[in-house]
T-cell receptor, first 111, second 112 residues
Framework: DGGITQSPKYLFRKEGQNVTLSCEQN?????MYWYRQDPGQGLRLIYY???????QKGDIAEGYSVSREKKESFPLTVTSAQKNPTAFYLC??????????FGSGTRLTVV | SQQGEEDPQALSIQEGENATMNCSYK?????LQWYRQNSGRGLVHLIL?????REKHSGRLRVTLDTSKKSSSLLITASRAADTASYFC????????????FGKGITLSVRP
């Protein structure tokens, strides 16, 4: 079955540590997105990529980095510069103007 | 900034009743989409309505779009306890190149 896989489901980060969230899709979608969800805030766009080897900043890119070396993969790194990283992170993909397919999310907690 | 704003923020109804949720937005759009999210899970795409469409149906879902008022509504008929979830509208603004902007969501509770 085609879909998006996010891993890990839960992630704990210590102060000053970088962590990487994985997102893999086998839908042959060109565009991929990372959103952050906080309680009562809805979803906010972090980064997006519409083609391999290209990506753009979203509304809240500071403290995050991404890469898009393969069409199937769009990992997100939460760097130590992100001062409030505790949140639910959602990856999505789409083929041009269709609806998004979302992964099941990664819940990141700072300890 | 949030493009879509849903209304109400929370809705509680009895099983079998209809649920109506509204979304308003600010700029011109290519399409508007509705998603459902169960607690702690990813979002699931429900329905997409293009700017030149006024109404669309999918099973028990009915979506309307009024571009003159910049608003949309999602109607779930004959609700079930399994419909309990958060519902989000998302807009693909003109010129946004398929980049969706989501509202804060509506929490729907369907009492058995």
């Amino acid at each position: 079955d085609g879909g998006i896989t996010q891993s890990p489901k839960y992630l704990f980060r210590k102060e000053g540590q970088n962590v990487t969230l994985s997102c893999e899709q086998n839908l042959n979608h060109d565009a991929m997105y990372w959103y952050r969800q906080d309680p009562g805030q809805g979803l906010r766009l972090i980064y997006y990529s519409q083609i391999v080897n290209d990506f753009q900043k979203g509304d809240i890119a500071e403290g995050y980095s991404v890469s898009r070396e393969k069409k199937e993969s769009f990992p997100l790194t939460v760097t130590s510069a992100q001062k409030n990283p505790t949140a639910f992170y959602l990856c999505a993909s789409t083929h041009r103007t269709g609806g998004y397919t979302f992964g099941s999310g990664t819940r990141l907690t700072v300890v | 900034s949030q493009q879509g704003e849903e209304d109400p923020q929370a809705l509680s109804i009895q099983e079998g009743e209809n649920a109506t949720m509204n979304c308003s937005y600010k700029t011109s759009i290519n399409n508007l989409q509705w998603y459902r999210q169960n607690s702690g899970r990813g979002l699931v795409h429900l329905i997409l309505i293009r700017s030149n469409e006024r109404e669309k149906h999918s099973g028990r879902l009915r979506v309307t779009l009024d571009t003159s008022k910049k608003s949309s509504s999602l109607l779930i008929t004959a609700s079930r306890a399994a419909d309990t979830a958060s519902y989000f509208c998302a807009t693909d603004a003109t010129g946004a190149n398929s980049k969706l902007t989501f509202g804060k969501g509506i929490t729907l509770s369907v009492r058995p």
